[in-house]
C-alpha cells in the first residue's frame, strides 16, 4: 500500500478532506494530511485566497515541502486544488516520489525543473468546465503530452471543488468516479 501526503486546498483542512482521505485509508493506504493553514478553516474560496495572498503563494508551496521533509519519501503526492502547488513540486523535484495526484489545479511543469520526471506517473482530475481549471488546462494538456505515463480525466460540469462533500460543490458522481480512480492509481505504487 503507498504512502500518502493530501494537501488541502484554500478554504484550509476542511472535513471533506479529511473525508477523502479516510476513504484512501479504508482502502489500506497511509494518508498524511500536513495543514498548511495552523488549523483555520475559511468559509469561502474567497477568504481562504485572501488569507494565502497576506503569507505568499510560495509559502504555502514551502509550508508543504517542509511538512513533507518529516515524512517518507517514496510517497504519491496529492493536491486539492491550493493543495497542488507543494504536491507537484514534491513529485517534480524529491527524490523517491511514487506519483502524483493533482485534483482540480495543474501547474506548468516549468515551475519546478526542467522537465516532469519519467519515473513519477500523474494523474490530472478535474471539471471540463471549471472556471479556475479553464487557467490551468494547457499546462495539464502539455503534462499529459509530454509525459508518457500521464493522465487527464476531465469530469463533466463547472463545479471547482467537486471533491469536498463539505462544501456546496460538492459532486458525489464526480467524487466517487474520481475517489475510485485514485484509489487504483495508489494500488499500482
Given at each position: 500500500m503507498a504512502e500518502v501526503v493530501l494537501f488541502h486546498?484554500?478554504?484550509?483542512?476542511?472535513p471533506g478532506v479529511a473525508a477523502f482521505a479516510d476513504e484512501l485509508?479504508?482502502?489500506?493506504h497511509t494518508v498524511h494530511t500536513p495543514d498548511l493553514f495552523d488549523g483555520r478553516i475559511f468559509g469561502s474560496s474567497e477568504e481562504g485566497l485572501g488569507y494565502v495572498e497576506q503569507i505568499?503563494?510560495?509559502e504555502i508551496t514551502e509550508r508543504g515541502v517542509r511538512a513533507a521533509e518529516l515524512l517518507p519519501?517514496?510517497?504519491?503526492?496529492?493536491?486539492?486544488?491550493?493543495?497542488?502547488l507543494p504536491a507537484q513540486k514534491l513529485a517534480q523535484t524529491r527524490a523517491g516520489a511514487r506519483?502524483?495526484?493533482?485534483?482540480?489545479a495543474c501547474i506548468p511543469v516549468s515551475e519546478f525543473g526542467v522537465a516532469w520526471p519519467d519515473s513519477v506517473p500523474v494523474q490530472v482530475h478535474a471539471k471540463e468546465?471549471?472556471?479556475?481549471f479553464a487557467e490551468d488546462i494547457d499546462a495539464a494538456r502539455a503534462l499529459v503530452s509530454d509525459c508518457p505515463d500521464a493522465e487527464m480525466f476531465l469530469y463533466p460540469g463547472d463545479q471547482h471543488?467537486?471533491?469536498?462533500?463539505?462544501?456546496?460543490s460538492y459532486d458525489p458522481d464526480a467524487a466517487k468516479l474520481l475517489t475510485q480512480r485514485a484509489i487504483e492509481f495508489?494500488?499500482?505504487r
Amino acid at each position: 500500500m503507498a504512502e500518502v501526503v493530501l494537501f488541502h486546498h484554500v478554504q484550509g483542512l476542511t472535513p471533506g478532506v479529511a473525508a477523502f482521505a479516510d476513504e484512501l485509508r479504508v482502502a489500506g493506504h497511509t494518508v498524511h494530511t500536513p495543514d498548511l493553514f495552523d488549523g483555520r478553516i475559511f468559509g469561502s474560496s474567497e477568504e481562504g485566497l485572501g488569507y494565502v495572498e497576506q503569507i505568499g503563494f510560495g509559502e504555502i508551496t514551502e509550508r508543504g515541502v517542509r511538512a513533507a521533509e518529516l515524512l517518507p519519501r517514496d510517497a504519491v503526492y496529492v493536491g486539492f486544488s491550493l493543495g497542488v502547488l507543494p504536491a507537484q513540486k514534491l513529485a517534480q523535484t524529491r527524490a523517491g516520489a511514487r506519483g502524483a495526484l493533482l485534483v482540480h489545479a495543474c501547474i506548468p511543469v516549468s515551475e519546478f525543473g526542467v522537465a516532469w520526471p519519467d519515473s513519477v506517473p500523474v494523474q490530472v482530475h478535474a471539471k471540463e468546465a471549471d472556471p479556475f481549471f479553464a487557467e490551468d488546462i494547457d499546462a495539464a494538456r502539455a503534462l499529459v503530452s509530454d509525459c508518457p505515463d500521464a493522465e487527464m480525466f476531465l469530469y463533466p460540469g463547472d463545479q471547482h471543488l467537486f471533491a469536498d462533500n463539505s462544501l456546496p460543490s460538492y459532486d458525489p458522481d464526480a467524487a466517487k468516479l474520481l475517489t475510485q480512480r485514485a484509489i487504483e492509481f495508489l494500488g499500482s505504487r
